[in-house]
């Protein structure tokens, strides 16, 4: 099992959801009232939009256990080299590779969440039961 809880992953779900579906600004002569604009300025990428760096905060929050075992899962959801009967290896190697850029290392995978979330099934864990707020 992986050392962090379910729950933590689920918000780094979340919000890797939220960064990954950003799209570059469209429309930079839209409305005040966000409501006029049909709300599709909340995917656009902005400099004032704080999302990443909550996500970035929130895994660097993270004590080293918990960023080696995100690490694990992505690695494992990638299922390109490794299998849960080799969830002990996969623990170690990311406890070999770990240093203090966790979250830039993260945050530049588009798929994320994807990985995260079949790391996560791999365990028979899923996200489904959390309600996924503000941690």
Not at 108 to 128: N, R
Request: aromatic share 6%; charged share 30%; proline share 2%.
């Amino acid at each position: 099992m992986p050392d962090i809880s379910t729950e933590k992953v689920c918000f780094i779900i979340a919000k890797a959801h939220e960064v990954f579906a950003k799209v570059g600004i469209d429309d930079p002569d839209s409305g005040s009232n966000a409501t006029d604009d049909g709300m599709v300025d909340i995917l656009e990428d902005s400099a004032d939009d704080l999302t990443t760096e909550e996500l970035r905060q929130f895994i660097d929050a993270l004590n080293e256990d918990e960023q080696i075992a995100v690490v694990a899962l992505v690695w494992l959801g990638r299922d390109d080299e490794y299998t849960l009967d080799e969830w002990d290896q996969i623990v170690a190697e990311a406890r070999r590779a770990h240093n203090d850029q966790t979250a830039a290392y993260l945050l530049g995978m588009p798929l994320l969440a994807d990985h995260l979330e079949a790391g996560l099934s791999a365990h028979d864990l899923h996200c489904d039961e959390f309600e996924i707020g503000r941690m």
